[in-house]
């Protein structure tokens, strides 16, 4: 079992900076893939960033390239999001997931979210 935990949210103004951070229990959390996801009211959750269990290997979608930065601390049980560049469109509730890599991976465990709110 992994329970994970945002936390960063925050009311910022266009432009400005946000880190989230996404803290686990478990002792093996350096074997779990961790993804940023989002929803915004109305809206479907949409995929953001993932990272690997090393690290190594992250992906973002279109819409957050070059503005937010996805990384971990295994020794912390701890993946960050950092946001920068913020739009109002990038408002919504911020979920953290993890699953353990495979052939058949899924997203397991999911956190509560933490909102994040841009205003213009």
């Known amino acids: 079992q992994v329970q994970l935990v945002e936390s960063g949210g925050g009311l910022v103004q266009a432009g400005g900076s946000l880190r989230l951070s996404c803290a686990a229990s478990?002792?093996?959390?350096?074997?779990?893939?961790v993804g940023w996801f989002r929803q915004a009211p109305g809206k479907e959750r949409e995929f953001v960033a993932r990272?690997?269990?090393?690290?190594?290997?992250?992906s973002y979608a279109d819409s957050v390239k070059g503005r937010f930065t996805v990384s971990r601390d295994n020794a912390k049980n701890t993946v960050y999001l950092q946001m920068n560049s913020l739009k109002p469109e990038d408002t919504a509730v911020y979920y953290c997931?993890?699953?353990?890599?495979?052939?058949?991976?899924?997203?397991?465990?999911w956190g509560q979210g933490t909102q994040v709110t841009v205003s213009s």
């Open positions: 997931a993890a699953g353990l890599v495979g052939p058949r991976f899924t997203y397991d465990y």
């Open positions: 478990g002792r093996t959390f350096g074997s779990y893939a």
């Open positions: 990272i690997s269990t090393n690290g190594i290997n992250t």
